[in-house]
Nanobody, 115 residues
Framework: QVHLVESGGGLVQAGGSLRLSCAAS????????MGWFRQSPGKQRELVAT???????NYAVSVKARFTISRDNAKNTVYLQMNSLKPEDTAVYYC?????????WGQGTQVTVSS
């Protein structure tokens, strides 16, 4: 069983920044993909950003140029640097670890952006 623990959420004013972290218990972390997703009340969970084992990244159009996903394989940790935050970025943010057996999710961390 893979355990993921997110941290770094909070309340920030529009235009501000936050850095989310997701620490994984999985020792095979370095060879598998990681991703950040978010879910707002009444909406489906949506992809924010993903990063492959080689460091290739992919972003949702709505966050491109504002958010940066990165990973530190030595620490089994993936990060999401969020800049120029907007009220519409308010959501619970989840990290996801994917391997050949399936997808694993963290418990989520709340990000609230005030206008």
């Amino acid at each position: 069983q893979v355990h993921l623990v997110e941290s770094g959420g909070g309340l920030v004013q529009a235009g501000g920044s936050l850095r989310l972290s997701c620490a994984a218990s999985e020792t095979m972390f370095s060879i598998n993909a990681m991703g950040w997703f978010r879910q707002s009340p009444g909406k489906q969970r949506e992809l924010v950003a993903t990063i492959t084992s080689r460091g290739n990244t992919n972003y949702a159009v709505s966050v491109k140029a504002r958010f940066t996903i990165s990973r530190d394989n030595a620490k089994n940790t993936v990060y999401l640097q969020m800049n120029s935050l907007k009220p519409e970025d308010t959501a619970v943010y989840y990290c996801r670890y994917s391997d050949s057996l399936g997808d694993y999710w963290g418990q989520g961390t709340q990000v609230t952006v005030s206008s």
